[in-house]
């Protein structure tokens, strides 16, 4: 069955350092990957995905993330941290399941920005 | 943009009650997710919908049922509400089956005294 381990439960860092968020997952096919941010009290919001092609991808607010298969990892990373980007990060692997792909999702990773 | 709202962001039940939770999504999306949020353990997924009146059981669909008359409307049920239900229900859809994108709504903290 498909897991994603994210082995960081709490990152601090000071603001406009730079971050790296670590995703490991287990699945024995092709992985479509997503990283997800939920700010306090909202919902998720999708910050990039990786389904085929180039490994380094691109999202929204200035993150990426790199798939590297031998690694079985799908590592999020920001070159400078602002304070608004404190929030809970949660990584995904979605799977074909019974009429529809599903996410299986890490256990998030809570991120302190120190001013 | 999508839109995925909740019917409630806050809600108090006491044990035993029948809860309903209500997710409205505004984009002809085919699929519909309930997925619970507990600290520590991420979401895990209640249970999902392909369509009209089709239904599938996720990790976690034991105590709950759910309903999809529209497309646009999924509803969550709680039966008998029990105490360990206490916890953020988060919906979410997408446009297809295939490995789409998921969008989320607000989130409904609920609460079972």
């Known amino acids: 069955a498909q897991s994603v381990t994210q082995p960081d439960i709490h990152i601090t860092v000071s603001e406009g350092a730079s971050l790296e968020l670590r995703c490991n997952y287990s699945?024995?096919?092709?992985?479509?990957l997503f990283w997800y941010v939920q700010s306090p009290g909202q919902g998720l919001q999708l910050l990039l995905k990786y389904f085929s092609g180039d490994t380094l991808v691109q999202g929204i607010k200035g993150f990426e993330a790199e798939f590297k298969r031998s690694q079985s990892s799908f590592n999020l990373r920001k070159p400078s941290v602002h304070w608004s980007d404190a929030a809970e990060y949660f990584c995904?692997?979605?799977?074909?399941?019974?009429?529809?792909?599903?996410?299986?999702f890490g256990k998030g990773t809570k991120l302190s920005v120190i001013p | 943009d999508v839109k995925v709202t909740q019917s409630s962001r806050y809600l108090v039940k006491r044990t035993g009650e029948k809860v309903f939770l209500e997710c409205v999504q505004d984009?002809?999306?085919?699929?519909m997710f309930w997925y619970r949020q507990d600290p520590g353990l991420g979401l895990r997924l209640i249970y999902f919908?392909?369509?009209?009146?089709?239904?599938e059981k996720g990790d976690i669909p034991e105590g709950y049922s759910v309903s999809r008359e529209k497309k646009e409307r999924f509803s969550l049920i709680l039966e008998s509400a029990s105490t360990n239900q206490t916890s953020m229900y988060l919906c979410?859809?997408?446009?297809?089956?295939?490995?789409?994108?998921?969008?989320f709504g607000p989130g409904t903290r609920l609460t079972v005294l």
């Open positions: 984009m002809d999306h085919e699929n």
């Open positions: 919908s392909y369509d009209v009146k089709m239904k």
């Open positions: 979410a859809s997408s446009l297809t089956g295939g490995p789409d994108t998921q969008y």
């Open positions: 699945y024995g096919a092709t992985p479509y």
């Open positions: 995904a692997v979605g799977t074909p399941g019974a009429g529809s792909y599903q996410l299986t």
